[in-house]
């Protein structure tokens, strides 16, 4: 019913006279919301909160006034089934990274299903709208400002890589996925695919990688600012021996 409707919407004139919207356009748009992003990832607390908003009201703002349709932000339902082999092929990655993880003894699953889900559920619908900003936002800017396809999805995974600096493990990933997933977006024009298919390599990553490496997901100012909570030990004064009854006896039981 939803896909139904969104391939209804989407014959809607919005993306005929996009391509002939000014570059200018585009770049100010494009700035705009990236120096906003940039800020909320590189801002200490408490104003990281505030800059998070204003970041979030400019980016549906700058959406909304420079709508293109349904289609070309790949919110349909044509072509969903044809491009869900991106999804099956991150859940075998991610089977892969499990397995290795589980023979280096890195794997860290949480207690229960419920615990998954309650643990998750908000970094898969955060996946979902990191592609929503990758392909509807970025990359629809910059083919309005770079000819072709490859260019310009190469600096929409660039500038989506820059965003998770200086974070070792997810910079060059992100860099790839981002290359990738505009490739298959330009192909297809479905982002549910991809937004599943993020989300599953995101949840392998924290489930696989230490959190000393990755600082936990970490990008920006809060991976510099990063510190493992310590394990808690014990004060020596605290500490009592065990009375005489807990004590092993040391003479031969009968």
């Known amino acids: ?9 989407a014959s809607l004139p919005g993306g005929q006279f996009a391509a002939s919207r000014p570059k200018g356009r585009a770049l100010l748009e494009l700035g705009v919301a990236y120096g906003l992003i940039l800020a909320v990832i590189w801002t200490p607390r408490p104003w990281q909160k505030a800059l998070w908003w204003i970041a979030a009201a400019a980016v549906l703002a700058i959406t909304a006034i420079s709508f293109e349709g349904l289609t070309a932000m790949g919110l349909r339902g ?6 869900l082999w991106v999804a099956g092929a991150a859940l075998a990655a991610a089977g892969v990274a499990l397995a290795v993880a589980a023979r280096l003894h890195t794997l860290h699953l949480p207690a229960s299903p419920l615990r998954f889900i309650a643990t998750y559920w908000a970094y898969a619908l955060w996946a979902m709208v990191q592609q929503f900003l990758l392909q509807c936002f970025f990359l629809a800017r910059l083919r309005r400002i770079v000819a072709g396809e490859f260019k310009p999805a190469a600096a929409a995974a660039g500038i989506f890589a820059a965003a998770h600096l200086p974070n070792p493990i997810l910079t060059p990933i992100t860099l790839l996925w981002g290359m990738g997933a505009c490739m298959v977006f330009l192909r297809y024009r479905n982002l549910y695919p991809l937004g599943i298919a993020h989300a599953i ?14 600082h936990n997901m970490r990008v920006g100012l809060s991976y510099i600012n990063y510190s493992p909570k310590p394990t808690p030990v014990a004060h020596p004064a ?10 092993p006896s040391a003479l031969p039981q009968p």
């Open 1 to 9: 019913m939803l896909f139904s409707m969104a391939d209804s919407a």
């Open 78 to 83: 044509r072509n969903f089934f044809p491009s």
């Open 201 to 214: 390599l995101g949840i392998s990553i924290a489930l696989t990688v230490p959190g000393n490496l990755d």
């Open 238 to 247: 605290s500490f009592k021996p065990p009375s005489p009854l807990q004590q």
